[in-house]
Structure formats: C-alpha cells, structure tokens
C-alpha cells in the first residue's frame, strides 16, 4: 500500500491500547500543530517526473490520490492496526464497504462461505441476494453448534462470524473456531464492531482478518459513518487493490474523526460497559421481562467463553418483553428519554424493536433462526447516568 505510515507521537513505545489510541498521529508539519490537522485534498503532487514514477511504480511509500490513500485515514487505519494487533489494515465509507470489499477481494467464483447464521442484515443480503449472482454460495450454522467440518465442502474459502451477535447476543468461542479455521486452511474473519479492540481482539485466536463498523463505538456519538477491516499483510494487499479500483474510500474528515474518537475509546467503552451491567442485571428483576441476554451476565448461555475472550460484557443488552410484538411497539411508546433509533454505540442510549422495524420483512421463522422473537428489544445503552437509563426502561415496562 502507497501510504506514509503515521508514527507514535512519543518517544518510549507503548504496547498500552490507550496510549497508542492517543500517541499514534501522523508527522508535525513544520506549524508544529499539536493536533493532526485535516487533509481534504483529492490528490497529491510530486517533485519530478522520477518521483512521480517511483510513486505510482510504489518503490516509495507516497500519497497519490485520497481514492488510494490520505494521511488523515492513514492515521486512523494505522491506529486500528495496532490495537488490534494485526500486520495492515485499510478503511471504507461504511461498515458494510468493509465487509463488501474483503469478501470481494477474497472471493472467486464457485467459492463457499461457512458462515454463523446471526450476522448483521445488510450481511445476509449479500449472501443470499447478491453472492450468488456471482456463483458464489454460503452454508449457515448455529450459534451453538460444534460440529461445522460437515459443512465444509472442496470450495469452502471463509469461515465467517460476529461475535456478540447481532441482535441476539450470542457469543462465539473465538479460540475453538480458529483452531478450526487453520485445520482446514480457512480464511477466519470476524466482525468484531460489538466488542470493539478494547474489549476483544480477535487476531489473539488465530483470526485472520477483523472487520469494523467504526459508525458504532469506534465514533462513539453518531457522527460519522466508517468501515475497516485489519489483518494479515497479504490479504489486506489483495483488499487494498480491490477497494483503490472500485472506490469505496474513507472521507478524509470522517477519519479525522474518528482517528480522535479512538483517544477515547477505552474509558468511553469502559462507562459503557459499567452501565450496561447494571441495566442488565435491572432488567432481570422485572417480571415483565422474559429473558435478558448479556455476555456478563452469569445466566447468558455463554458467560464462561465471554469472560476467556472479553474484558467486559460490551454496551448492548438484548432482552425479551413478555406480550410479543404489540408489547414490544408498546415498549417503545412508552419510552420518554432513550431514543428510538437504528444505530447503536451512541453516548445516548438508544433502542430498538427488531421484530416491527429492522427485521419486520422476514418471516417469523426468519427471524427466530436468528434469535430475533417477536419480544425482542435491543438495547444500546449510552454513557447518561446509569439511574436515568433504569429509570427511563422501568417506567416503560410497568406502563405496557
């Protein structure tokens, strides 16, 4: 890749997440800014028509074009390189570029995807709408299942999963899979968005490539929109020149931003964290509610794998409102402070009923294959004081 690599804003190396997160910053220019400034420039310029050569024969590392490269997305990636523990890395518009882009880099004809059947909506779409205009075919299996290799077939290329789910919140043991994913020579990726590096890092395990919504708690307040994906050196390369051809760029201003999210990723996921513990372990005193699903939650299926994989539980709490789908719009009427929304990883907290809005277009056993019942209320909770957030959910459910 055709980047001049950002260096470490300070003299003693840290292996510390938050101090890279914060000291990861491109060169001062000669104003000796203390803050990395915005590069919103389409293009580059060069010296002579030798450097010019040796830039676009890449025998130098050099910004060319913002299609290809910035230092403002240069910075950003780099930092996720780095918390992440991978070798390179490269960032998209969207989350879901990001996840276009490797499978489109990685992916010939006739290949087969071993896939976990609870993955983000747009991702489905892919696989079951667009993949296979192209020939290309993907095997789902459940959450809970230990025996995939009779899944596998001669074509099978990537094991691909997310873990915690979205949105039922299963957690996938990351250790056991990448040892399966080496067995037969597979390519492991993993959307790590819910967790994000501070919580998890995927690669640990064997994983190969990790993919990021940075739209969620990478940004952490619902500004910008951002995808990347971090990994081996030569899967990136192949994911670079894919992406430089077919245009799916990071705008130098959202990288910018979120370059600046990432100094306070950790103590802002670290609140999170706090407070959705306590909104968990709330909401399972109350008789109106089902079911509550949270990695650290010792009632959650998979707490053991949570707690070997996770430093903490993440900010999202999915949990089950008795009365189905009436009860769950009715939930939400109800709601006065958090907000109604389809994102998540926002500072206010924000919630959702899958079953009437995001995923109302699959069928019921859709949706239940997935862990989507017609109760279902995800819960991204924020950074408001953890009282006002109970407060507001408790109001909601004794009104329903």
């Known amino acids: 890749m055709n980047t001049d690599q950002p260096t470490t804003d300070n003299q003693q190396p840290s292996t510390n997440l938050e101090t890279n997160a914060i000291r990861i910053q491109n060169q001062r220019s000669h104003f000796d800014e203390h803050s990395t400034p915005l590069y919103l420039t389409s293009s580059f310029v060069?010296?002579?028509?030798?450097?010019?050569?040796?830039?676009f024969a890449e025998e130098k590392e050099k910004n060319l074009y913002s299609r290809f490269s910035n230092p403002n997305v240069n910075e950003f990636t780099e930092k996720m390189v780095r918390l992440e523990g991978a070798e390179d890395g490269y960032s998209f518009a969207t989350g879901m570029a990001a996840i276009f882009s490797t499978f489109g880099a990685l992916l010939n004809s006739g290949d087969h995807i071993l896939s976990c059947r609870s993955v983000f909506g747009s991702t489905h779409t892919l696989f079951t709408k667009y993949f296979p205009k192209w020939?290309?075919?993907?095997?789902?299996?459940?959450?809970?299942?230990?025996?995939?290799?009779?899944?596998?077939?001669?074509?099978?290329?990537?094991?691909?999963?997310?873990?915690?789910?979205?949105?039922?919140?299963?957690?996938?043991?990351?250790?056991?899979?990448?040892?399966?994913?080496k067995k037969h020579n597979l390519i492991f990726i993993v959307d790590n968005c819910f967790a994000t590096p501070y919580l998890q890092q995927p690669i640990k395990y064997g994983v190969d490539l990790v993919i990021h919504s940075a739209t969620k708690l990478i940004d952490g307040q619902g500004r910008v929109l951002g995808g990347v994906t971090v990994g081996k050196k030569d899967l990136i390369r192949e994911i670079y020149l894919f992406a430089r051809n077919t245009g799916p760029a990071m705008s130098p201003f959202n990288a910018w931003v979120l370059s600046k999210s990432l100094e306070t990723l950790a103590i802002r996921v670290e609140k999170h964290c706090e407070n959705a513990l306590?909104?968990?372990?709330?909401?399972?005193?109350?008789?109106?509610?089902?079911?509550?699903?949270?990695?650290?939650?010792?009632?959650?299926?998979?707490?053991?794998?949570?707690?070997?994989?996770?430093?903490m539980g993440g900010n999202i709490v999915a949990f089950e409102i008795k009365g189905g789908i009436e009860a769950g719009r009715n939930f939400l009427n109800k709601i006065k402070m958090c907000s109604l929304s389809a994102n998540l990883g926002d500072t206010r907290t924000i919630v959702t009923h899958p079953a009437s809005t995001t995923h109302s277009k699959l069928s019921v056993e859709e949706r239940n294959a997935v862990g989507i019942t017609d109760g279902l209320v995800r819960c991204s909770v924020g950074l408001e004081h953890f009282e006002d957030i109970i407060n507001d959910l408790k109001q909601a459910l004794e009104n329903n």
């Open 46 to 55: 060069f010296e002579d028509a030798e450097d010019m050569r040796a830039s």
């Open 135 to 181: 020939n290309i075919e993907t095997t789902y299996f459940e959450a809970n299942e230990t025996d995939l290799e009779k899944y596998l077939t001669p074509n099978t290329k990537i094991l691909y999963i997310e873990t915690p789910t979205n949105p039922a919140i299963e957690v996938l043991d990351l250790e056991i899979l990448g040892k399966f994913a």
């Open 278 to 311: 306590k909104v968990a372990e709330f909401l399972e005193t109350q008789h109106s509610v089902s079911v509550v699903k949270y990695p650290f939650l010792q009632s959650h299926p998979s707490f053991e794998t949570a707690k070997k994989q996770m430093k």
